[in-house]
């Protein structure tokens, strides 16, 4: 199934990754994609864990479980990259979120209609 990603580039010079119905905040991951995208590779994953070690922030958060969905996503598409041959060292990343589907809580009487939320990540390498 071929999905459809917010950046389609030329193929051959990027590789790219999706993350499908991810429970969390699609505001929280559409911030720390924006803060994400357009630095390189190397930079972007260590931004990402001096988030998780709460050395730096966005705003004064941290986004700990947005951030934990996010470099497991940015992992995956480096190694695509790696096997497809890219040079890892020119890679930029490109990073979106957008809205999943979102469904009825089913059980518990008293907490019944709370609504979940889903996200959609999409990651792309791109050799530059």
Known sequence: MDMKYARNPNPKKSAKAYGRSLRISTKNAVIVCRALSGMNLEKGK?????????????????????????M???????????????????????????????????????????RRKMTNLHVVLEER
């Open 46 to 70: 260590q931004f990402l864990a001096r988030l998780l070690l709460q050395r730096e922030s966005i705003n004064g958060k941290y986004y700990t479980n947005t951030v934990k969905s996010l």
């Open 72 to 114: 497991e996503i940015v992992s995956s598409a480096e190694h695509n990259a790696e096997f497809k041959g890219l040079d890892t060292n020119k890679l930029m990343i490109f990073a979106s979120a957008h809205q999943g589907f979102g469904f009825w809580r089913p059980r518990n009487w008293k907490r019944r209609r709370e």
